[in-house]
């Protein structure tokens, strides 16, 4: 199974000391949801963006931790036919913020972040239900991502 991942800055954000791996962190969630020839990219951004994309994508004008935003497309070169599954968008401002609220360090919670991302450009969504500190998710895509997330749970990103 081979994947493309693309992992980006903001331009003008101070690039993180374990952004080289990120991408590795991926080619396993994705393997977990049989993602195959699939591309996919990743930026990270500050809230000021992110709340930008959130107002002219969801017309929510507040930050938010994760978008995805689901492509789709396909082309093929010679390595074969690939399809852009879609973007993901992360704050890097928020991130620290989410793990102190769910008393879990930054690396859990930027795997959790990748995971939910990578779920939405699966096609799965959530409803109104979100994670909640101390409650058992019950829609299908928050159980399988505590289930990829348990299944992850000693890779490392963040040290």
Partial sequence: MANRIYVSVQEGLKEPEWLDKVEAFIG????????????????????????????????????????????????????????????????????????EYFNEDTNAELKRLLVHGLLHLNGMDHGEEHIEKGVAPECQMLVLQENILEKLKDEIIIK
Avoid: H, M
């Fill in 28 to 99: 396993l969630a994705a393997r977990e949801l049989d993602y195959d020839q699939e591309e996919i990219s990743v930026l990270f951004c500050n809230d000021q963006y992110i709340k930008e994309l959130n107002s002219a994508y969801r017309n929510i004008d507040a930050p938010t931790d994760v978008l995805s935003f689901e492509n789709d497309e396909e082309y093929e070169d010679e390595e074969g036919k690939w399809k852009c599954v879609g973007d993901i968008a992360i704050s890097l401002e928020t991130l620290p913020v989410n793990a």
